[in-house]
């Protein structure tokens, strides 16, 4: 083998390689298995195939929070108390650094992104995959009978909602202003802006993501049902100050709920007021369904105009959020005379959406620019080995620089992918009611507004107790836990 040869050879391999790496397993794709268990209600099932899926990727730097998260909330379907605490623990260490201090996107990312794509970035966590991981655990310690631990969770899943909305304000100016800049430092004469300003191109976006224009979100990038969640905890430990903080929590989930809810709440924050000014305590329950799955992810590929010399089009990869209808929408329960229905207390399709609506431009953006920037890496690559083959000393130079060209659209083709990552073991709803109790004893018959009958659950003996339901479809088996708030 020549020289020349061999370097073609170690360059082309040399490429293939990086393109194996970017271009491998994606998150759902490690998470099949896992997926079709839990979709299947099998929640045990699922850990037990979850917890070497987390053992081996959740040190990766880049994807480790995301592996946290779905290792926590399906260990806790499982009850798994130990395995999600422990996950839910980590993914708090990797994300606790971006509270009020560190940036959430890096320069040198960017950069690597421009050249493969978005999946390189680190999975820092969304707003709501923070609140929700804080919550989620704050549950794990009261499961285990760990109120003051529980007590801080729920201060740091607040914290999270405060620190959102400047946050996230920044950051969608941020990501825009790196791309643009990591577009200047390659030397592009690539303009995102034609791009954007072709009525083609707008077209094929407007078809794919008008549909997310129907959701609307919560106020302050808020998730009701973490906020609710922190007014039950203080509503049942019922220190001096704890009754006011509850009112507070229902008084502002009310708000955010609106007619779709709010009235039911405002009830918790009524009787959180009366408590404050001295009326007796009764005990009382709250059941919580989370109902179906949060929209995945999908691969959306379009052909976009580059307006480049001797590249007019080249093939895009977008996400696209992909919704899941199959869900059972509430439940009726009785104790006694006392048969109500539920009442939707999240709608977790809507947060998801508005987030990801949110952060859609950049993202168009960052696809633009890496698209553009591979491709233009392409056709010089081609125009010098066609310019090389016509010189009369040139044979050789052509020879390597087709080569290089052919590796480069393979690298090209492996590389265009979106990323695909999401929480995908978040329900689509959480429902809730509220029941009186006898002052010991009591328990709760629990019909799914699909027809399936739960039976009798007995809550704990707290005055304020949760019974909490966990279904991904109708037809499918549920979890059921029970947990209380001990009183201070």
């Given at each position: 083998?020549?020289r020349d ?10 490429m ?6 970017c271009?491998?397993c ?7 298995d896992v ?7 099998d929640?045990?099932?699922?850990h ?6 987390w ?6 730097a880049?994807?480790?929070v ?7 909330t399906?260990?806790r379907?499982?009850?798994q108390?130990?395995?999600s605490?422990?996950a839910f ?9 971006y509270?009020?201090?560190?940036a959430d996107t890096k320069?040198?990312?960017?950069v690597a992104?421009?050249?493969t794509?978005?999946?390189v ?7 709501y995959d ?5 919550t ?8 285990i009978?760990d109120?003051?631990?529980a ?6 899943a607040r914290?999270?909602q405060?620190?959102a909305?400047d946050r ?10 790196e791309w643009r800049?990591?577009n200047?430092?390659?030397?592009a004469?690539?303009?995102p802006?034609?791009?954007?300003d072709?009525p083609?191109?707008r077209?094929k ?5 008008q549909?997310m ?8 990038y808020?998730?009701p049902?973490a906020t609710w ?7 049942g430990r019922?220190?001096p100050g704890?009754y006011e903080?509850a009112?507070?929590?229902?008084a502002?989930?009310a708000g955010?709920?609106?007619k ?5 709440v405002?009830g918790d ?22 109902s ?5 992810r999908k691969?959306?590929?379009i052909d976009?105009p580059?307006?480049?010399p001797g590249?007019?089009y080249?093939?895009?990869a977008?996400p696209?959020l ?13 104790v006694?005379?006392q048969?109500p229905s539920?009442t939707?207390?999240t709608d ?7 987030d990801?609506r949110?952060r859609l431009p950049?993202?168009?953006l960052?696809t633009?620019v890496s698209?553009a ?5 392409s056709?010089a690559?081609y ?7 016509r010189?009369?000393?040139g ?10 060209y052919l590796?480069?659209?393979l690298y ?10 999401t929480?995908e073991s978040?329900?689509?709803?959480f429902?809730?009611a509220?029941v009186?109790?006898p002052p010991t004893g009591?328990?709760i018959?629990?019909?799914?507004a699909d027809?399936?009958?739960?039976g009798?659950v007995r ?8 019974v909490?339901l966990?279904?991904?479809?109708p037809g499918t088996?549920?979890?059921?836990h ?6 201070q």
């Amino acid at each position: 083998m020549t020289r020349d040869r061999a370097q073609r050879s170690l360059i082309v391999a040399a490429m293939l390689a990086v393109a194996c790496g970017c271009g491998g397993c994606s998150h759902h794709n490690r998470m099949k298995d896992v997926v079709d268990a839990f979709d299947d209600g099998d929640f045990s099932k699922a850990h037990s195939q979850m917890q070497p899926v987390w053992e081996k990727y959740h040190d990766e730097a880049v994807d480790a929070v995301i592996f946290d998260l779905e290792q926590g909330t399906i260990a806790r379907a499982a009850g798994q108390w130990d395995a999600s605490i422990l996950a839910f623990d980590e993914s708090w260490n990797r994300m606790e650094p971006y509270l009020d201090i560190a940036a959430d996107t890096k320069v040198t990312e960017e950069v690597a992104a421009a050249m493969t794509n978005q999946s390189v970035r680190t999975y820092r966590g969304t707003t709501y995959d923070r609140i929700l991981a804080c919550t989620y655990q704050a549950m794990n310690y009261l499961q285990i009978g760990d109120p003051a631990k529980a007590g801080v969770e729920f201060v740091r899943a607040r914290r999270w909602q405060e620190d959102a909305v400047d946050r996230e304000r920044a950051r969608i100016d941020q990501e825009n202003q790196e791309w643009r800049d990591a577009n200047e430092r390659e030397g592009a004469k690539y303009q995102p802006q034609s791009t954007l300003d072709s009525p083609e191109f707008r077209e094929k976006l407007d078809a794919a993501y008008q549909p997310m224009a129907q959701f609307q979100g919560y106020a302050d990038y808020e998730v009701p049902f973490a906020t609710w969640m922190r007014g039950v905890f203080y509503l049942g430990r019922g220190a001096p100050g704890d009754y006011e903080q509850a009112r507070q929590c229902f008084a502002r989930t009310a708000g955010m709920l609106g007619k779709h809810g709010g009235a039911q709440v405002a009830g918790d924050a009524l009787l959180a007021s009366d408590l404050a000014g001295g009326r007796a305590p009764q005990r009382l329950c709250y059941i919580v369904l989370e109902s179906g799955l949060a929209p995945s992810r999908k691969e959306l590929r379009i052909d976009i105009p580059l307006f480049l010399p001797g590249v007019p089009y080249v093939g895009a990869a977008f996400p696209q959020l992909e919704y899941h209808a199959s869900a059972i929408d509430g439940f009726h329960a009785r104790v006694g005379s006392q048969a109500p229905s539920s009442t939707i207390l999240t709608d977790v399709d809507s947060i998801v959406t508005v987030d990801f609506r949110n952060r859609l431009p950049a993202i168009i953006l960052a696809t633009l620019v890496s698209s553009a920037s591979k491709a233009a890496v392409s056709y010089a690559l081609y125009a010098g080995s066609q310019n090389a083959s016509r010189s009369q000393n040139g044979g050789s130079a052509a020879g390597v620089l087709a080569v290089l060209y052919l590796a480069s659209v393979l690298y090209q083709v492996a590389v265009n992918n979106a990323d695909l990552r999401t929480w995908e073991s978040l329900p689509k709803q959480f429902w809730y009611a509220r029941v009186y109790l006898p002052p010991t004893g009591g328990e709760i018959d629990i019909t799914l507004a699909d027809g399936t009958a739960i039976g009798s659950v007995r809550p704990t003996d707290e005055m304020v107790s949760v019974v909490y339901l966990k279904s991904v479809a109708p037809g499918t088996p549920l979890a059921v836990h029970t947990f209380g708030i001990p009183r201070q």
